[in-house]
């Protein structure tokens, strides 16, 4: 089932999520509505807090759906490292349409739950390390606008304070 993508100036999107405690049936399901929310919108990745699920957990395919093994579930995650730096556009789907540089680790590992709940480790670069970290910000409350300049922040508002005003978001 497609749930709602929740926009910038929901309230559960400012929110630190709380852990997955449950294991089962239930959770199994919002992962596989998840991702069938991210593939429609289309993205790379989903967290809980965007579908309007106070919960640490997100989603992730940087292959849009074009290789299984690179489907990934991460419940409970924690960063355990970070290498380097680098900068690249990124976009949210809490933010359509709206894309800006921005810099992120250029590498992560990260310990994580799956589905399961067994523990696991993924050590990534590239797309996929800006992935987990826009995720793994998410649960934390944190938007991708909050890496930028207050500047550009302010460009950002009034670009959606505009198509509020139109009916456009």
Same mark, same amino acid.
């Given at each position: =089932?497609?749930?709602?993508?929740?926009?910038?100036?929901?309230? *559960?999107?400012?929110?630190? &999520?709380?852990?997955? @405690?449950?294991?089962?049936?239930?959770?199994?399901?919002?992962?596989?509505? =998840?991702?069938?929310? =991210?593939? &429609?919108?289309?993205?790379?990745?989903?967290?809980?807090?965007?579908?309007?699920?106070?919960?640490?957990? %997100?989603? =992730?395919?940087?292959?849009?759906?074009?290789?299984?093994?690179?489907?990934?579930?991460?419940?409970?995650?924690?960063?355990? &490292?970070?290498?380097?730096?680098?900068?690249?556009?990124?976009?949210?789907?809490?933010?359509?349409?709206? %894309?800006?540089? *921005?810099?992120?680790?250029?590498?992560?590992?990260?310990?994580?739950?799956?589905?399961?709940?067994?523990?696991?480790?993924?050590? /990534? @670069?590239?797309?996929?390390?800006?992935?987990?970290?826009?995720?793994?910000?998410?649960?934390?409350?944190?938007?991708?606008?909050?890496?930028?300049?207050?500047?550009?922040?302010?460009? /950002?508002?009034?670009?959606?304070?505009?198509?509020?005003? &139109?009916?456009?978001?």
């Amino acid at each position: =089932m497609i749930l709602e993508i929740r926009k910038y100036g929901d309230p *559960v999107l400012d929110r630190k &999520a709380e852990l997955v @405690t449950e294991f089962g049936p239930g959770l199994a399901r919002l992962v596989d509505d =998840m991702f069938e929310t =991210m593939y &429609a919108a289309p993205g790379v990745g989903l967290a809980a807090p965007q579908v309007g699920v106070s919960r640490r957990l %997100f989603v =992730m395919d940087c292959s849009s759906n074009r290789d299984a093994a690179e489907r990934h579930v991460l419940v409970n995650p924690e960063l355990l &490292a970070r290498e380097g730096k680098e900068k690249g556009d990124e976009g949210c789907l809490s933010f359509p349409g709206i %894309f800006f540089e *921005v810099e992120r680790a250029a590498r992560v590992v990260v310990r994580a739950q799956d589905v399961r709940g067994d523990w696991f480790e993924l050590d /990534v @670069t590239g797309l996929d390390s800006r992935c987990v970290q826009h995720e793994n910000d998410h649960l934390d409350g944190v938007l991708f606008i909050q890496h930028l300049s207050a500047l550009r922040r302010d460009l /950002v508002r009034r670009k959606i304070r505009k198509r509020q005003k &139109a009916g456009d978001w």
